[in-house]
Nanobody
Framework: QVQLVESGGGLVQAGNSLRLSCALS????????MGWFRQAPGKEREFVAA????????NYADSVKGRFSISRDNAKNTVYLQMNSLKPEDTAVYYC?????????????????WGQGTQVTVSS
């Protein structure tokens, strides 16, 4: 029903910034909450940030609070993840996901649709 495509990943030095984008297509008129997750090789997928449909409510993992900011532009069917003060431990494949319940869940199983992921590599 919904397709998600992440972009904006790349290689950056520690301390620099990067902004990821997630473009939605298909049935985008539903009130989806959106989340960002990340997964490093050999590690479990972990929650990064989430935002409800209106954009008024957000939630962040403790590891990224104060550094990352999630936002969305529903007119453009796009959600963003602004990542500042990047650290090598932020290196992972970042995935965006849509939650049809419009709930700020930290659990990946609560999300219905997923993008293909975009690689973020932070060098020291």
């Amino acid at each position: 029903q919904v397709q998600l495509v992440e972009s904006g990943g790349g290689l950056v030095q520690a301390g620099n910034s990067l902004r990821l984008s997630c473009a939605l297509s298909g049935r985008t008129f539903n009130y989806y909450a959106m989340g960002w997750f990340r997964q490093a090789p050999g590690k479990e997928r972990e929650f990064v940030a989430a935002i409800n449909w209106s954009g008024l409510s957000t939630n962040y993992a403790d590891s990224v609070k104060g550094r990352f900011s999630i936002s969305r532009d529903n007119a453009k069917n796009t959600v963003y993840l602004q990542m500042n003060s990047l650290k090598p431990e932020d290196t992972a494949v970042y995935y965006c996901a849509a939650n049809s319940l419009n709930i700020l869940s930290r659990r990946s199983n609560n999300y219905d649709y997923w993008g293909q992921g975009t690689q973020v590599t932070v060098s020291s």
